[in-house]
């Protein structure tokens, strides 16, 4: 179950309660919690609890954790990263590389929970518009 792989990461990663509850902005409650399957874990929750601990969300989801990203993510990596440069192959001048991985980051994590939601597929055109803020 969810709550028992969340509680497997969190000590693989070496962190007391507290010490996750304070990465994670929750209180030692919410965490408790969490862990004991008393509380529901939202699709960007999951992600910053994957964040936190070392891990792929799709290993907590899949109840195995490891430290290191599942193939769905780092395919999903993958296409994130193709379209930020495609969109950015005619960039003059080009951004720096810090502005390059927070695109790619901000894109992973929200398609990441998308995914997670609704089981979508990636599609770029949905950060189109955020491409356009981040890069003016």
Known sequence: MLHETLKEARLNANLTMEE????LDVSQSTLSRIEAGETGVSSQRL???ASAYGVSPS????????????????????MV???VE??????????????IKNAVVTIF???????????ATFDPTRYQDLMALLFE
């Open 20 to 23: 996750a509850g304070k990465r």
């Open 47 to 49: 992600v910053d609890l």
């Open 59 to 78: 290993a907590l989801l899949d109840g195995s954790v490891v430290r290191s990203m599942s193939e769905t993510d780092l395919d999903r990596m993958g």
């Open 81 to 83: 990263i193709e379209f």
């Open 86 to 99: 495609e969109t950015l192959a005619e960039k003059s001048p080009r951004p720096s590389p810090r502005q």
């Open 109 to 119: 994590k929200q398609e990441t929970a998308l995914s997670w939601d609704t089981g």
